[in-house]
């Protein structure tokens, strides 16, 4: 029944070794956004993806990267993860991108950087 | 300019008393405002949204209050039940400039944890 689903569930990398972070999602939505959230925090958007049109958003670090293949699947890459990058990393789903369309949203990848 | 303050950052309330929780924003350029909530170890889920040209609208124990003119709005929690303890955050949509979509902008959360 998942319509968003994230994995891995926890992930921990090391200091500056790269990871990513898979998103995949059974609604066919157009619209799919990373967001990052840190403890007791909002979700931060990172970028968003309308089709395969990306949109970055302006203070999004250049170590965060994301991919998108097809319409199912989108990946976040950190290139070099600091240990401020340690926070729940949600993917999200819009059938639209329109204001009365609802997120749907994953549980969450929860990124630890030893 | 697109930031959405909440507040408060954490509430304690008894079971069947209301809860109360409030954001404003600066932005006019927001034109939707849903809530979400969000358990632990969840993604949020949409939980009711208003759009700014209504002050009220209400979905079972759920109640969004909206002023246009404070710029500000709340979510009221009637008969508040242990089942409710959960993170609120408020959130506003803006639109891409030029394009039918957009992104959401969420305040920074309000932990609410009703007593049975």
Do not use: M
């Given at each position: 029944d998942a319509m968003v689903i994230q994995n891995p569930r926890y992930q921990v990398t090391q200091f500056g070794k790269p990871v990513t972070l898979s998103?995949?999602?059974?609604?066919?939505?157009?619209v799919m956004y990373?967001?990052?959230q840190k403890s007791s925090q909002a979700p931060k958007l990172l970028f968003h993806y309308y089709d395969k049109d990306?949109?970055?958003?302006?203070?999004?670090?250049?170590?965060?990267?994301?991919r998108r293949p097809n319409t199912s699947f989108c990946f976040l890459d950190i290139r070099s993860p600091g240990l401020g990058d340690a926070a729940m990393?949600?993917?999200a789903t819009s059938r639209t991108g329109g204001p009365r369309e609802k997120l749907f949203f994953g549980s969450g990848t929860q990124l630890s950087v030893l | 300019q697109q930031q959405v303050k909440q507040s408060p950052q954490s509430l304690?309330?008894?079971k069947g008393g209301i809860s109360i929780i409030n954001c404003?924003?600066?932005?006019?350029?927001?034109?939707?405002?849903?809530?979400y909530q969000q358990f632990p170890g969840k993604g949020p889920a949409l939980l009711i949204a208003i759009r700014p040209d209504v002050s009220e609208k209400k979905?079972?124990?759920?109640?969004?209050?909206?002023?246009?003119?404070a710029k500000q709005f709340s979510l009221h929690i009637m008969d508040s039940q242990p089942g409710d303890s959960a993170t609120y955050f408020c959130a506003a949509f803006v639109n891409a400039g030029g394009t039918s979509y957009g992104k959401l902008t969420f305040g920074q959360g309000t932990i609410l944890t009703v007593h049975p």
């Open positions: 998103c995949s999602q059974t609604l066919n939505h157009n990373w967001y990052q990306f949109n970055n958003e302006a203070d999004t670090p250049d170590n965060f990267q994301s990393y949600l993917c | 304690i309330v008894q404003a924003y600066e932005n006019t350029a927001f034109d939707y405002f849903p809530w979905e079972g124990r759920f109640t969004i209050s909206f002023n246009k003119s």
